[in-house]
Protein backbone atom coordinates (compact mmCIF):
# COMPACT_ATOMS: atom_id res chain seq x y z
CA UNK A 1 0.00 0.00 0.00
CA UNK A 2 1.17 3.16 -0.99
CA UNK A 3 2.49 5.34 2.21
CA UNK A 4 0.42 8.45 2.88
CA UNK A 5 2.66 11.79 3.47
CA UNK A 6 1.61 13.21 6.65
CA UNK A 7 0.08 16.79 6.43
CA UNK A 8 0.91 19.89 8.19
CA UNK A 9 -1.05 19.12 10.45
CA UNK A 10 -0.42 15.10 11.16
CA UNK A 11 3.60 17.16 11.42
CA UNK A 12 2.56 19.66 14.01
CA UNK A 13 0.67 16.86 16.38
CA UNK A 14 3.48 15.03 16.04
CA UNK A 15 6.04 17.46 16.99
CA UNK A 16 4.00 18.33 19.86
CA UNK A 17 4.14 15.27 21.50
CA UNK A 18 7.86 13.93 20.55
CA UNK A 19 9.05 17.32 22.07
CA UNK A 20 6.17 17.94 24.62
CA UNK A 21 4.07 20.39 23.86
CA UNK A 22 1.38 18.66 23.89
CA UNK A 23 -0.02 15.07 24.85
CA UNK A 24 -3.85 13.24 24.79
CA UNK A 25 -4.81 14.02 28.08
CA UNK A 26 -5.62 10.42 30.36
CA UNK A 27 -3.33 8.51 27.48
CA UNK A 28 -2.69 5.37 29.56
CA UNK A 29 -6.45 5.13 30.06
CA UNK A 30 -7.67 5.39 25.74
CA UNK A 31 -7.46 9.09 25.91
CA UNK A 32 -10.58 11.24 26.60
CA UNK A 33 -12.38 13.02 23.66
CA UNK A 34 -11.15 16.56 22.74
CA UNK A 35 -9.01 16.82 25.81
CA UNK A 36 -5.68 17.47 25.94
CA UNK A 37 -2.91 18.21 28.39
CA UNK A 38 0.23 20.27 28.01
CA UNK A 39 3.99 19.33 28.74
CA UNK A 40 7.10 21.36 29.72
CA UNK A 41 7.36 22.98 26.55
CA UNK A 42 3.82 23.51 25.58
CA UNK A 43 2.98 25.20 29.30
CA UNK A 44 5.88 27.84 28.45
CA UNK A 45 4.13 28.42 25.10
CA UNK A 46 0.64 28.89 27.15
CA UNK A 47 2.38 31.11 29.47
CA UNK A 48 3.94 33.47 27.18
CA UNK A 49 1.04 33.93 24.94
CA UNK A 50 -0.62 34.55 28.00
CA UNK A 51 1.72 37.23 28.75
CA UNK A 52 1.96 39.14 25.47
CA UNK A 53 -1.76 39.38 25.59
CA UNK A 54 -1.85 40.94 29.26
CA UNK A 55 0.80 43.44 28.55
CA UNK A 56 -1.02 44.36 25.24
CA UNK A 57 -4.45 44.71 26.97
CA UNK A 58 -3.94 45.61 30.69
CA UNK A 59 0.00 46.26 31.19
CA UNK A 60 0.49 49.03 28.82
CA UNK A 61 -2.72 50.39 28.87
CA UNK A 62 -4.02 53.12 31.52
CA UNK A 63 -7.65 52.20 30.91
CA UNK A 64 -7.80 48.15 31.41
CA UNK A 65 -7.64 46.82 34.52
CA UNK A 66 -7.16 43.01 35.37
CA UNK A 67 -10.05 40.09 37.33
CA UNK A 68 -9.75 36.69 38.29
CA UNK A 69 -13.48 35.55 38.91
CA UNK A 70 -14.57 32.33 40.05
CA UNK A 71 -15.38 29.44 37.55
CA UNK A 72 -18.54 27.96 39.19
CA UNK A 73 -20.80 31.13 39.88
CA UNK A 74 -24.28 31.40 41.29
CA UNK A 75 -26.62 29.66 38.67
CA UNK A 76 -28.67 32.78 38.38
CA UNK A 77 -25.43 34.01 36.50
CA UNK A 78 -26.31 31.88 33.09
CA UNK A 79 -30.01 31.84 33.66
CA UNK A 80 -29.70 35.72 33.15
CA UNK A 81 -27.18 35.73 30.43
CA UNK A 82 -29.01 33.64 28.17
CA UNK A 83 -26.71 30.43 28.61
CA UNK A 84 -29.58 28.27 30.45
CA UNK A 85 -31.98 28.62 27.73
CA UNK A 86 -29.71 29.35 24.98
CA UNK A 87 -26.08 28.24 24.65
CA UNK A 88 -26.85 24.91 22.91
CA UNK A 89 -26.41 23.65 18.85
CA UNK A 90 -28.74 20.91 17.30
CA UNK A 91 -27.72 17.84 17.22
CA UNK A 92 -28.90 14.50 15.90
CA UNK A 93 -28.46 11.02 16.67
CA UNK A 94 -27.27 8.20 14.31
CA UNK A 95 -29.46 4.94 15.31
CA UNK A 96 -26.90 2.50 14.05
CA UNK A 97 -23.83 3.55 15.58
CA UNK A 98 -25.25 5.90 18.43
CA UNK A 99 -23.04 9.12 17.48
CA UNK A 100 -23.76 12.76 18.61
CA UNK A 101 -23.39 14.76 15.87
CA UNK A 102 -23.67 18.92 15.42
CA UNK A 103 -26.56 18.84 12.59
CA UNK A 104 -24.88 22.12 11.14
CA UNK A 105 -21.64 20.60 11.07
CA UNK A 106 -22.11 17.37 9.16
CA UNK A 107 -19.61 17.74 6.53
CA UNK A 108 -17.09 17.75 9.71
CA UNK A 109 -17.97 14.77 11.23
CA UNK A 110 -17.23 11.65 10.59
CA UNK A 111 -19.44 8.24 11.10
CA UNK A 112 -18.14 5.96 13.83
CA UNK A 113 -18.07 2.93 12.14
CA UNK A 114 -17.47 3.83 8.67
CA UNK A 115 -15.07 6.85 9.23
CA UNK A 116 -15.03 7.61 5.44
CA UNK A 117 -18.56 8.84 5.04
CA UNK A 118 -20.16 12.10 7.11
CA UNK A 119 -23.20 10.69 9.10
CA UNK A 120 -25.61 10.70 7.13
CA UNK A 121 -24.20 8.89 4.03
CA UNK A 122 -23.52 5.64 5.47
CA UNK A 123 -26.23 2.87 6.34
CA UNK A 124 -27.48 4.66 9.48
CA UNK A 125 -30.79 7.11 9.82
CA UNK A 126 -30.43 10.32 11.65
CA UNK A 127 -32.68 11.66 14.15
CA UNK A 128 -34.49 14.88 13.54
CA UNK A 129 -32.20 18.31 15.52
CA UNK A 130 -32.74 18.68 18.88
CA UNK A 131 -31.00 21.34 20.77
CA UNK A 132 -28.52 20.23 23.02
CA UNK A 133 -27.40 22.62 26.16
CA UNK A 134 -23.01 22.64 25.63
CA UNK A 135 -22.88 23.72 29.89
CA UNK A 136 -21.03 21.17 31.77
CA UNK A 137 -23.37 20.57 35.16
CA UNK A 138 -22.24 20.03 38.41
CA UNK A 139 -23.49 19.68 41.91
CA UNK A 140 -22.46 21.83 44.64
CA UNK A 141 -23.13 20.95 48.52
CA UNK A 142 -23.70 17.96 49.72
CA UNK A 143 -26.62 17.12 48.43
CA UNK A 144 -27.42 16.34 45.04
CA UNK A 145 -30.36 17.55 43.76
CA UNK A 146 -32.10 20.57 41.34
CA UNK A 147 -31.43 22.77 44.01
CA UNK A 148 -27.66 22.38 44.42
CA UNK A 149 -27.20 22.59 39.99
CA UNK A 150 -24.26 24.65 39.44
CA UNK A 151 -22.67 25.17 36.31
CA UNK A 152 -18.57 25.15 34.75
CA UNK A 153 -18.24 29.07 33.34
CA UNK A 154 -18.77 28.59 29.19
CA UNK A 155 -17.33 32.17 29.03
CA UNK A 156 -15.29 34.11 31.46
CA UNK A 157 -16.97 37.16 30.19
CA UNK A 158 -19.90 36.87 32.73
CA UNK A 159 -17.52 37.07 35.66
CA UNK A 160 -16.69 40.64 34.33
CA UNK A 161 -20.21 41.81 34.33
CA UNK A 162 -20.91 40.26 38.01
CA UNK A 163 -17.95 42.64 39.26
CA UNK A 164 -18.86 45.61 37.02
CA UNK A 165 -20.03 47.39 40.06
CA UNK A 166 -16.91 46.60 42.33
CA UNK A 167 -14.70 46.97 39.94
CA UNK A 168 -16.08 50.59 39.06
CA UNK A 169 -16.17 51.56 43.11
CA UNK A 170 -12.44 50.17 43.77
CA UNK A 171 -10.54 50.97 41.18
CA UNK A 172 -10.89 54.31 40.31
CA UNK A 173 -11.64 54.60 36.45
CA UNK A 174 -14.58 55.10 34.34
CA UNK A 175 -16.02 54.89 30.81
CA UNK A 176 -14.25 53.88 28.94
CA UNK A 177 -12.34 51.69 30.40
CA UNK A 178 -12.17 47.68 30.07
CA UNK A 179 -11.47 44.54 32.83
CA UNK A 180 -9.74 41.90 31.44
CA UNK A 181 -9.39 38.17 32.66
CA UNK A 182 -8.36 35.09 31.40
CA UNK A 183 -9.07 32.25 32.64
CA UNK A 184 -10.87 28.24 32.25
CA UNK A 185 -14.05 28.04 30.28
CA UNK A 186 -15.69 24.78 29.57
CA UNK A 187 -18.12 23.61 26.77
CA UNK A 188 -18.81 20.00 25.76
CA UNK A 189 -18.21 20.48 22.61
CA UNK A 190 -19.68 17.17 20.46
CA UNK A 191 -17.50 18.49 16.92
CA UNK A 192 -14.26 16.92 16.17
CA UNK A 193 -11.69 19.44 17.31
CA UNK A 194 -8.95 19.51 14.74
CA UNK A 195 -6.53 18.63 17.63
CA UNK A 196 -6.58 21.68 20.01
CA UNK A 197 -8.43 24.02 17.89
CA UNK A 198 -11.69 23.13 19.61
CA UNK A 199 -11.83 21.57 23.34
CA UNK A 200 -13.76 20.86 26.11
CA UNK A 201 -11.50 22.74 28.51
CA UNK A 202 -9.57 25.75 27.45
CA UNK A 203 -8.40 29.28 28.47
CA UNK A 204 -10.07 32.15 27.13
CA UNK A 205 -8.74 35.54 27.22
CA UNK A 206 -11.59 38.16 26.88
CA UNK A 207 -11.46 41.87 27.82
CA UNK A 208 -14.98 43.86 28.59
CA UNK A 209 -14.47 47.29 27.27
CA UNK A 210 -17.04 49.60 28.98
CA UNK A 211 -18.38 52.53 26.43
CA UNK A 212 -20.59 55.50 26.74
CA UNK A 213 -23.73 54.13 23.91
CA UNK A 214 -23.16 56.57 21.58
CA UNK A 215 -19.16 55.53 21.27
CA UNK A 216 -20.06 51.97 20.54
CA UNK A 217 -18.97 51.82 16.87
CA UNK A 218 -15.66 53.59 17.41
CA UNK A 219 -14.79 51.56 19.74
CA UNK A 220 -15.72 48.19 18.01
CA UNK A 221 -13.45 49.67 15.29
CA UNK A 222 -10.58 49.87 17.42
CA UNK A 223 -10.49 46.92 18.77
CA UNK A 224 -11.27 44.87 15.37
CA UNK A 225 -8.22 46.89 14.17
CA UNK A 226 -6.10 46.12 17.55
CA UNK A 227 -6.50 42.78 17.70
CA UNK A 228 -5.66 42.13 14.09
CA UNK A 229 -2.72 43.90 14.49
CA UNK A 230 -1.57 41.85 17.88
CA UNK A 231 -1.09 39.10 15.84
CA UNK A 232 0.79 41.00 13.17
CA UNK A 233 2.83 42.12 15.84
CA UNK A 234 3.86 38.70 17.23
CA UNK A 235 5.00 37.66 14.11
CA UNK A 236 1.32 36.02 12.36
CA UNK A 237 1.81 35.98 8.62
CA UNK A 238 -1.05 39.22 7.51
CA UNK A 239 -2.00 36.77 4.68
CA UNK A 240 -3.31 34.33 6.55
CA UNK A 241 -5.36 36.38 8.14
CA UNK A 242 -8.58 37.45 7.45
CA UNK A 243 -11.51 39.89 9.10
CA UNK A 244 -15.05 38.36 8.74
CA UNK A 245 -18.14 40.23 9.73
CA UNK A 246 -21.04 37.78 10.93
CA UNK A 247 -23.87 37.99 9.10
CA UNK A 248 -27.37 39.16 11.20
CA UNK A 249 -28.41 35.69 11.30
CA UNK A 250 -25.22 33.70 12.73
CA UNK A 251 -24.82 36.80 15.58
CA UNK A 252 -25.39 35.38 19.32
CA UNK A 253 -28.47 36.34 21.19
CA UNK A 254 -26.36 39.19 23.09
CA UNK A 255 -24.64 41.21 19.81
CA UNK A 256 -25.31 43.92 17.74
CA UNK A 257 -22.46 43.27 15.67
CA UNK A 258 -19.48 40.86 15.98
CA UNK A 259 -16.52 40.35 13.80
CA UNK A 260 -14.06 37.49 13.47
CA UNK A 261 -10.46 37.34 12.93
CA UNK A 262 -10.08 34.62 11.09
CA UNK A 263 -6.77 32.24 9.89
CA UNK A 264 -5.96 30.06 7.56
CA UNK A 265 -5.90 26.76 9.17
CA UNK A 266 -4.57 23.63 7.12
CA UNK A 267 -8.07 22.66 7.94
CA UNK A 268 -9.64 26.46 6.53
CA UNK A 269 -10.54 29.43 7.51
CA UNK A 270 -11.06 29.26 11.15
CA UNK A 271 -12.24 31.60 13.75
CA UNK A 272 -9.25 32.90 15.94
CA UNK A 273 -10.86 35.59 17.71
CA UNK A 274 -14.12 37.24 17.87
CA UNK A 275 -14.70 40.98 18.66
CA UNK A 276 -18.45 41.64 19.55
CA UNK A 277 -20.70 44.46 20.34
CA UNK A 278 -22.65 43.25 23.29
CA UNK A 279 -24.29 46.32 23.83
CA UNK A 280 -26.05 47.12 27.22
CA UNK A 281 -27.32 43.49 26.97
CA UNK A 282 -25.92 41.64 30.11
CA UNK A 283 -25.28 44.53 32.29
CA UNK A 284 -28.92 45.63 31.76
CA UNK A 285 -30.43 41.32 32.50
CA UNK A 286 -27.96 40.98 35.42
CA UNK A 287 -29.29 44.26 36.50
CA UNK A 288 -33.62 43.38 36.03
CA UNK A 289 -32.65 39.90 37.41
CA UNK A 290 -30.51 40.96 40.66
CA UNK A 291 -32.14 43.91 41.79
CA UNK A 292 -28.67 45.38 41.83
CA UNK A 293 -28.35 48.80 40.04
CA UNK A 294 -24.99 48.56 37.01
CA UNK A 295 -25.81 51.92 35.80
CA UNK A 296 -23.03 54.62 35.50
CA UNK A 297 -23.21 58.08 37.04
CA UNK A 298 -21.11 60.73 35.14
CA UNK A 299 -20.51 62.93 37.43
CA UNK A 300 -19.56 65.85 34.75
CA UNK A 301 -22.78 65.89 32.88
CA UNK A 302 -25.09 64.24 35.55
CA UNK A 303 -26.56 61.24 33.24
CA UNK A 304 -26.72 57.96 34.57
CA UNK A 305 -26.63 55.20 32.40
CA UNK A 306 -25.98 51.84 31.33
CA UNK A 307 -22.51 51.78 29.52
CA UNK A 308 -22.16 49.36 26.28
CA UNK A 309 -19.48 47.09 25.20
CA UNK A 310 -17.27 45.84 22.87
CA UNK A 311 -15.80 42.39 23.72
CA UNK A 312 -12.33 41.12 22.22
CA UNK A 313 -12.96 37.44 23.18
CA UNK A 314 -9.96 34.83 22.25
CA UNK A 315 -8.61 31.64 22.76
CA UNK A 316 -5.36 30.98 24.09
CA UNK A 317 -4.92 27.60 23.31
CA UNK A 318 -6.35 28.53 19.85
CA UNK A 319 -3.52 31.33 19.76
CA UNK A 320 -0.79 29.05 20.57
CA UNK A 321 -2.12 26.56 18.08
CA UNK A 322 -2.11 29.39 15.49
CA UNK A 323 1.46 30.95 16.29
CA UNK A 324 2.84 27.33 16.01
CA UNK A 325 1.10 26.61 13.05
CA UNK A 326 1.98 30.43 11.29
CA UNK A 327 5.66 29.36 12.64
CA UNK A 328 6.58 25.92 11.17
CA UNK A 329 8.56 25.38 8.14
CA UNK A 330 10.44 22.43 6.75
CA UNK A 331 13.14 24.31 5.46
CA UNK A 332 15.23 22.31 2.80
CA UNK A 333 19.09 22.90 3.08
CA UNK A 334 21.84 21.60 0.89
CA UNK A 335 22.42 18.44 2.62
CA UNK A 336 19.25 18.11 4.69
CA UNK A 337 15.72 19.45 6.03
CA UNK A 338 15.39 21.23 9.31
CA UNK A 339 12.23 21.77 10.66
CA UNK A 340 12.37 25.18 12.18
CA UNK A 341 9.24 26.99 14.20
CA UNK A 342 9.51 30.45 13.13
CA UNK A 343 8.18 31.90 16.94
CA UNK A 344 9.06 35.63 17.80
CA UNK A 345 10.82 35.50 20.08
CA UNK A 346 8.47 36.94 22.84
CA UNK A 347 6.13 33.36 21.90
CA UNK A 348 9.51 31.12 21.83
CA UNK A 349 9.12 29.08 25.10
CA UNK A 350 12.88 28.66 25.31
CA UNK A 351 14.55 32.42 24.22
CA UNK A 352 17.98 31.56 24.39
CA UNK A 353 20.19 27.51 24.62
CA UNK A 354 23.13 27.36 25.64
CA UNK A 355 25.65 24.91 24.65
CA UNK A 356 29.57 24.00 25.40
CA UNK A 357 30.93 23.14 22.44
CA UNK A 358 32.59 20.23 23.81
CA UNK A 359 32.31 17.85 27.26
CA UNK A 360 35.87 18.85 28.18
CA UNK A 361 38.39 21.98 28.84
CA UNK A 362 36.19 23.64 31.70
CA UNK A 363 33.61 24.48 28.58
CA UNK A 364 30.69 22.69 30.30
CA UNK A 365 31.44 24.95 33.82
CA UNK A 366 31.84 27.96 31.75
CA UNK A 367 28.46 27.26 29.57
CA UNK A 368 26.52 26.23 32.50
CA UNK A 369 27.45 30.22 34.38
CA UNK A 370 26.54 31.79 31.21
CA UNK A 371 23.34 29.86 31.62
CA UNK A 372 23.11 30.94 34.81
CA UNK A 373 23.34 34.99 34.17
CA UNK A 374 20.90 34.37 31.47
CA UNK A 375 18.56 33.11 34.01
CA UNK A 376 18.81 35.41 36.46
CA UNK A 377 18.22 38.10 33.54
CA UNK A 378 14.88 36.28 33.20
CA UNK A 379 15.60 34.73 29.63
CA UNK A 380 13.96 31.60 29.15
CA UNK A 381 17.33 29.16 29.14
CA UNK A 382 18.45 25.81 28.19
CA UNK A 383 21.30 24.41 28.84
CA UNK A 384 22.50 21.29 26.53
CA UNK A 385 25.97 18.84 26.07
CA UNK A 386 24.98 16.08 24.68
CA UNK A 387 25.19 15.10 20.85
CA UNK A 388 27.36 16.86 18.08
CA UNK A 389 26.64 21.21 18.13
CA UNK A 390 24.56 21.15 14.95
CA UNK A 391 22.56 18.26 16.06
CA UNK A 392 21.60 20.42 18.86
CA UNK A 393 21.12 23.22 16.63
CA UNK A 394 18.36 21.60 14.97
CA UNK A 395 16.67 20.30 18.25
CA UNK A 396 16.69 23.98 19.48
CA UNK A 397 15.31 24.85 15.28
CA UNK A 398 12.79 22.57 15.88
CA UNK A 399 10.99 24.03 19.41
CA UNK A 400 11.67 27.44 18.00
CA UNK A 401 14.64 28.56 20.31
CA UNK A 402 15.66 31.86 18.54
CA UNK A 403 19.64 32.26 19.54
CA UNK A 404 21.75 29.42 20.71
CA UNK A 405 24.59 30.58 22.47
CA UNK A 406 28.48 28.42 22.12
CA UNK A 407 30.98 28.52 24.49
CA UNK A 408 34.31 27.26 22.56
CA UNK A 409 37.95 27.07 22.77
CA UNK A 410 37.97 30.90 21.90
CA UNK A 411 35.10 31.82 24.57
CA UNK A 412 37.67 29.84 27.51
CA UNK A 413 40.68 32.57 26.63
CA UNK A 414 38.90 35.79 25.44
CA UNK A 415 35.30 35.61 26.99
CA UNK A 416 33.37 35.96 23.61
CA UNK A 417 30.77 33.66 22.75
CA UNK A 418 28.91 32.69 19.79
CA UNK A 419 25.48 33.46 19.50
CA UNK A 420 23.70 31.70 16.37
CA UNK A 421 20.10 33.30 15.06
CA UNK A 422 17.82 30.29 14.09
CA UNK A 423 16.04 32.18 11.15
CA UNK A 424 19.01 33.12 9.41
CA UNK A 425 21.25 30.60 11.02
CA UNK A 426 24.24 33.59 11.18
CA UNK A 427 26.49 34.03 13.39
CA UNK A 428 27.65 36.31 15.83
CA UNK A 429 30.53 36.70 17.96
CA UNK A 430 29.49 38.41 22.01
CA UNK A 431 31.17 39.45 24.66
CA UNK A 432 29.53 37.74 27.57
CA UNK A 433 29.73 41.04 29.39
CA UNK A 434 27.35 42.03 26.80
CA UNK A 435 25.70 39.10 26.11
CA UNK A 436 22.35 39.89 28.08
CA UNK A 437 22.05 43.47 26.58
CA UNK A 438 22.65 42.36 22.86
CA UNK A 439 20.15 39.22 23.30
CA UNK A 440 17.29 42.18 24.60
CA UNK A 441 18.28 44.17 21.75
CA UNK A 442 17.86 40.99 19.30
CA UNK A 443 14.35 39.86 20.94
CA UNK A 444 12.97 43.42 20.35
CA UNK A 445 14.41 44.00 17.18
CA UNK A 446 13.15 40.57 15.63
CA UNK A 447 11.34 40.78 12.08
CA UNK A 448 9.82 37.91 10.87
CA UNK A 449 11.70 35.90 7.91
N1 LIG B 1 -17.51 35.71 25.49
C1 LIG B 1 -17.64 35.48 24.09
C2 LIG B 1 -17.25 34.14 23.69
O1 LIG B 1 -17.03 33.26 24.50
P1 LIG B 1 -16.74 32.66 21.60
O2 LIG B 1 -16.59 33.06 20.15
O3 LIG B 1 -17.69 31.57 21.92
O4 LIG B 1 -17.14 33.99 22.34
C3 LIG B 1 -14.25 33.21 22.13
O5 LIG B 1 -15.31 32.30 22.20
C4 LIG B 1 -12.98 32.51 21.70
O6 LIG B 1 -12.71 31.42 22.57
C5 LIG B 1 -13.00 31.90 20.29
O7 LIG B 1 -12.70 32.86 19.30
C6 LIG B 1 -11.93 30.84 20.40
O8 LIG B 1 -10.65 31.40 20.21
C7 LIG B 1 -12.06 30.39 21.84
N2 LIG B 1 -12.87 29.17 21.93
C8 LIG B 1 -14.22 29.05 21.93
N3 LIG B 1 -14.59 27.77 22.04
C9 LIG B 1 -13.45 27.05 22.12
C10 LIG B 1 -13.17 25.65 22.24
N4 LIG B 1 -14.14 24.76 22.37
N5 LIG B 1 -11.87 25.26 22.26
C11 LIG B 1 -10.86 26.16 22.18
N6 LIG B 1 -11.08 27.48 22.06
C12 LIG B 1 -12.35 27.93 22.02
Redesign the pocket.
Same mark, same amino acid.
Given at each position: MAKQTPTLMDQIVSLCKRRGFIYQASEIYGGMG +?TYDYGPLGVELLRRVKDAWWGAMVTERADVVGLDSAIIQNPKTWETSGHVGGFSDPMVDCKKCKGRFRADKLQDARCLEKPSKIPGECDGELTEPREFNMMFKTNVGPVEDTGSVAYLR????QGIFLNFKNVLDSARIKPPFGIAQIGK?F?N?ITP?NF? #????E #?E?A?MEYFVPPAEDQQWFDHWVEARHQWYIDFGVNPDKLRLREHDPKEL?HYAKATT?IEYHYPFGWG????I?NRTDFDLSRHSEASGTDLLYFDPQTKEKYTPYVI?P???I +???ALTFMIDAYEEQQLEKDTRVVLHFHPEIAPITAAVFPLVKKDGMPEKAQAVAAMLRKARFATFYDEKAAIGRRYRRQDEVGTPFCVTIDGDTMETDVVTVRHRDSMEQEKVKISELVGYLYEAKTNWTRP
Open positions: +NPETASREGV #FRTR #FQEADELEGAEAGG +NRM
